[in-house]
């Protein structure tokens, strides 16, 4: 019943015409930017939170909301039309939708995937709905302890089991928890690692660093690596799904958005894991007659499925970011940081004291998703044809932009050399295959961190063991080292029984 009153609430909102005008401005950019390869909705947040400074919070959510799920839509026009996945979660996608697009059934895998997103976002936002308000009851009898422990959780899992490398995962966090300790100790008043500059007293923004990290240093590493010449782009045809189509895509859209949600709920869930068991499901569950078409003229189940998978986890993420505070992605930590420009703090109390603004979101995200449909298959065209930018133009616009948006933000020309400094940072970041993810989160969460490991000591008057004897803490504690040593233990098993 609070979820129903609450999405009444929110509709009521989401439905003026401001709101509206947002969300559509949103969908329309998080499809662009989700059709260019390389640009995700990271970077196009990142370059959008100096607004934050401008616009009401509602207003900017709703934004940024809309990018976020626009991106994910747009993502599988790049992966069939170019077979160039621009994110991780749309490389299973590409398998069988680039097979589909070069024996001239484009047009019914763009559809299939849209489709298949809109369920998925369907399922996905009901998700956010429903069990937002059950993790909030759960959370709120958590103490300092036990919200530690799920801040090591998140740094383990983002950092070290999600990455390709746990050494390179971990140095990402520790960089990011070292941005975050920068400015004035609340608890003595004292300045840490100013290095004398009045301009850091109040520490390093948070918008820089995302701007620097998603923006500044994509660009800057897209053009070391460009070679020059065009992507051949393959031609869309006839957009409409056969009765055919329907029929074999049906079950696997329920399957991959009843898959992917709660894999994006985890602190370790991701998009990649539940689109690739998403794509193997239905490899296992293909009728037999059209068992030959995967990794040949392409399967469109293996569209069907893996799309909506990737959709729904992505809208899972949006769950322990708003009810605990917690960011598991890139994304979710920069509308993190979003939400702390604003002096708003998510976790369990954001649905008691901004309940307008949580409620109104979640509507929002049901508008987003009739949006997205309206626009991905009628515009197709002119997404083909936004693929076609030259790269260079496209990065040194978003090089122009950043560092407008952050000398608007507080007119200093420290915020201007940091950007570039932690930009070139974050450009051998990528060379060298180092996660920038784990820095936005670190820096944000090394703060609430500390202070939460403060807390429990000051209650435990000091006593260390007050993590272990909790528990709560206790068992959030053994999930993070099971995280951390789990994937090593079985690979050092697993060469000993193959040797």
């Not at 439905?15 to 969300?23: E, I, K, R």
């Not at 626009?70 to 097979?99: F, H």
């Not at 296992?284 to 392409?298: D, M, N, S």
Request: charge should be neutral; glycine fraction near 12%; include cysteine.
């Amino acid at each position: 019943m609070e979820a129903i009153n609450g999405l009444a609430l929110g509709f009521s909102h989401a439905l003026t015409l401001t709101n509206l005008a947002w969300a559509l401005l949103g969908c329309f950019l998080g499809t662009a930017v989700g059709v260019l390869p390389g640009i995700g909705p990271a970077l196009t947040i990142a370059l959008l939170l100096p607004i934050t400074f401008q616009v009401s919070a509602t207003g900017a959510f709703i934004l940024f909301c809309g990018v976020f799920y626009g991106a994910m839509y747009g993502g599988s026009t790049t992966s069939i039309l170019l077979n160039a996945p621009g994110e991780s979660g749309s490389i299973i996608t590409a398998l069988e939708g680039a097979k589909m697009a070069r024996n001239g059934r484009a047009g019914p895998a763009l559809a299939t995937a849209a489709i298949g997103s809109f369920v998925a976002g369907v399922v996905g936002t009901l998700g956010i709905a429903f069990l937002g308000p059950v993790i909030v009851d759960f959370a709120l009898v958590l103490g300092p302890a036990e919200y530690f422990c799920l801040m090591v959780l998140c740094f383990v899992t983002v950092s070290a089991v999600l990455g390709g490398s746990a050494l390179r995962g971990l140095v990402s966090l520790f960089f990011g928890l070292t941005l975050g300790l920068v400015g004035i100790d609340l608890q003595t008043g004292q300045p840490r690692m100013t290095f004398g500059l009045p301009e850091l007293f109040d520490g390093v923004n948070v918008v820089l660093v995302a701007v620097a990290l998603f923006a500044v240093a994509e660009a800057l590493h897209m053009a070391w690596r460009h070679h020059g010449g065009e992507a051949q782009v393959l031609p869309v045809g006839h957009l409409m799904l056969s009765r055919s189509d329907l029929r074999r895509s049906f079950w696997p859209w329920m399957r991959g958005a009843g898959l992917g949600f709660p894999f994006g709920v985890l602190p370790a869930g991701g998009t990649e894991m539940p689109t690739m068991l998403s794509y193997y499901a239905e490899r296992k569950l293909v009728a037999p007659e059209h068992a030959h078409e995967f990794g040949t003229t392409g399967a469109i189940e293996g569209v069907a499925g893996p799309e909506a998978a990737n959709n729904a986890a992505a809208a899972g993420i949006l769950v322990p970011m708003l009810t605990l505070g917690l960011p598991t992605s890139a994304t979710a930590a920069i509308m993190l940081s979003a939400f702390q420009s604003y002096g708003i703090q998510p976790g369990p109390l954001l649905f008691e004291s901004q309940p307008d603004l949580v409620w109104t979101l979640i509507a929002s995200l049901f508008v987003a998703n009739v949006m997205l449909v309206v626009l991905n298959l009628p515009l197709v065209g002119l997404w083909v044809k936004i693929l076609k930018i030259p790269t260079p133009q496209l990065y040194a616009g978003i090089l122009v932009f950043a560092t407008i948006g952050t000398y608007g933000i507080s007119n200093s020309i420290v915020d201007l050399i940091l950007l570039y400094a932690i930009g070139i940072i974050g450009m051998f970041m990528r060379r060298f295959d180092f996660p920038v993810a784990p820095v936005v989160i670190g820096m944000i969460l090394g703060p609430m961190a500390e202070q939460a490991l403060r807390q429990a000591l000051t209650i435990s008057e000091g006593n260390w063991m007050v993590f272990v004897t909790r528990p709560g803490s206790l068992v959030i504690l053994l999930v993070a080292v099971a995280a951390l040593l789990g994937p090593r233990i079985y690979g050092m098993w697993a060469r000993r029984r193959a040797a």
